[in-house]
């Protein structure tokens, strides 16, 4: 069973930077399973934000184009944390932040509904 706690959202204003934290459990340290960063606005779709995998000898990366060259997706398995470091931020980024985990590598633009684990979420807001 994979346990998933966000921390580090907060209320920063526009061009700022936070650097949100997922502190996990059971999830596999080799890296093969996904595990990324979702969004979710009030009246709108959760959305995938970044995902990472172990594929052969490598990670894969990948991100959505809103937050691309802005976000960085990283984990050190020595912490059990999985972060999610956000610069130069935007009132549109503004959501309730989750981390989840899926089975094998990542899905297709990150689809939430292939991640069966989830955490509850920290909220950031950004304002202009």
């Known amino acids: 069973q994979v346990q998933l706690l966000e921390s580090g959202g907060g209320s920063v204003q526009a061009g700022g930077s936070l650097r949100l934290s997922c502190l996990f459990s059971g999830y596999d340290k080799r890296n093969y399973d996904c595990i990324g960063w979702f969004r979710q606005a009030p009246g709108k779709e959760r959305e995938g934000v970044a995902g990472?995998?172990?594929?052969?000898?490598?990670?894969?990366?990948h991100y959505s184009d809103a937050v691309k060259g802005r976000f960085t997706i990283s984990l050190d398995n020595a912490k059990n944390t999985l972060y999610l470091q956000m610069n130069n931020l935007k009132p549109e980024d503004s959501a309730m932040y989750y981390c989840a985990t899926a089975s094998g590598i990542c899905p297709p633009n990150l689809a939430p509904a292939d991640f069966a684990y989830w955490g509850q979420g920290t909220q950031v807001s950004v304002s202009s």
């Open positions: 990472r995998a172990a594929v052969g000898l490598g990670i894969e990366t």
